[in-house]
């Protein structure tokens, strides 16, 4: 069985997009394309770990989550069966990142 996962703010029940909930897409860097009517989850901790890291005031959650509706392949990603786009996901579980864990994260994104 596959776990995915989602990093994000703390305090959700559910994963929503932005469209529905008019929150920022961390996922907006680079040339990406962003659909702000998907949920982007993936099946590593890590990759999540390192949106969570980027909440403000170290208040970020990597969440397991099940994918709701059709699961489909992010086109940006091309690793494929690491990073999928969906219509939302249910939290199953909800994982803090400690204070180290999330200084070293930002560290390595600043570093060139």
């Known amino acids: 069985m596959t776990s995915y996962f989602h990093g994000g703010p703390r305090g959700l029940r ?4 932005p ?3 008019g929150a920022h ?5 680079g040339n990406h394309v962003v659909r702000h009517d998907r949920v982007y989850v993936t099946t590593n901790y890590t ?5 969570a890291a980027l909440q403000p005031c170290g208040k970020g959650v990597v969440y397991e989550v099940r994918p709701l509706g059709k699961l489909e392949h992010d086109p940006d990603c091309k690793d494929l069966g690491l990073s999928f786009q969906c219509e939302s996901a249910l939290v199953l579980k909800a994982t803090r990142l400690k204070t180290k864990h999330r200084l070293r994260i930002l560290r ?5």
């Not at 559910?14 to 997009?17: D, E, M, N, Q």
């Not at 990759?47 to 949106?51: C, E, H, K, L, V």
């Open 108 to 112: 390595e994104l600043m570093t060139p």
């Open 14 to 17: 559910r994963i929503l997009p």
């Open 25 to 29: 897409s961390s996922a907006e860097f």
């Open 47 to 51: 990759a999540a770990a390192m949106y």
């Open 19 to 21: 469209s529905v909930t």
